[in-house]
């Protein structure tokens, strides 16, 4: 009797294991968007470019509806104080294409530099966070490469009243990551953000 309900247990771990399972595409997202960044090279050759530091770590990781990942975005000498934090929900489409939801934490003083644990967020759940009108939608470009970009006049800021719409463009590499986000009114006119380009993230850390 012992010997059955132990083999029902691994069977049924066995089974949580799968559901909990990542595809192959949301693996290589994850591992790509997983660690330190920073565009110092860029803002050295560009003075239009502050000097940032990105951060990005896998949160919810028992999650069985896609790939969950925590960002603080900081300046480079104040990465313990970051101006922004933010939670990308990404699901998978079909093999090649995706959907990240944008979300921001209702208490986000509580989980500053949370991405120093080994799982961030824990206690962390949908209830404790705005979902932002802002889909971001992304194509595989190859077997590395991941870009995409929300739908014009579409994303809609949950924090920022005074921003009418914003526009996000995203390109994802093992290596890079390009991060350009514009804030406009409502007369169309840009009020935040590069103008020319996105910023140009080098990864400088691996997370696992």
């Keep these: 009797m012992k010997r059955l309900v132990v083999i029902a247990l691994m069977l049924l771990s ?19 968007l997983s660690g330190r960044f920073t565009n110092e090279d860029q803002a050295r050759f560009n003075p239009a470019y502050k000097p940032q530091s990105f951060i ?11 790939l969950w990942m925590y960002g603080e975005i900081a ?5 313990k104080f970051p101006k922004r934090q933010f ?5 998978q489409v079909d093999q090649n294409r995706f959907a990240a939801q944008v979300f921001q934490l209702n208490d986000p003083k509580t989980y500053v530099n949370d991405w120093q644990k080994k ?6 759940s949908e209830s404790m966070m705005t979902k932002e009108l802002c889909p971001i939608y992304l194509v595989r470009k190859t077997m590395i490469e ?37 804030g406009y009114d409502s ?4 009020i935040s953000g590069p103008e020319q380009a996105g910023d140009i993230f080098r990864k400088t850390e691996q997370f696992k």
């Design 14 to 32: 066995a089974g949580i294991v799968s559901a909990q399972k990542l595809s192959k595409e949301l693996k290589q997202l994850k591992e790509n």
């Design 75 to 79: 300046a480079a000498d104040s990465v």
């Design 87 to 91: 939670i990308w929900h990404f699901q």
């Design 119 to 124: 799982i961030p967020l824990q206690s962390v």
């Design 146 to 182: 991941f870009t995409g970009a929300t739908k014009e006049k579409f994303c809609r800021s949950a924090t920022e009243s005074k921003i009418a719409y914003k526009t996000i463009e995203l390109y994802s590499s093992e290596s890079t990551l390009m991060y350009w986000e514009r």
């Design 56 to 66: 990005m770590k896998q949160i919810m990781i028992e999650s069985t509806d896609g």
């Design 187 to 190: 007369n169309d006119k840009q």
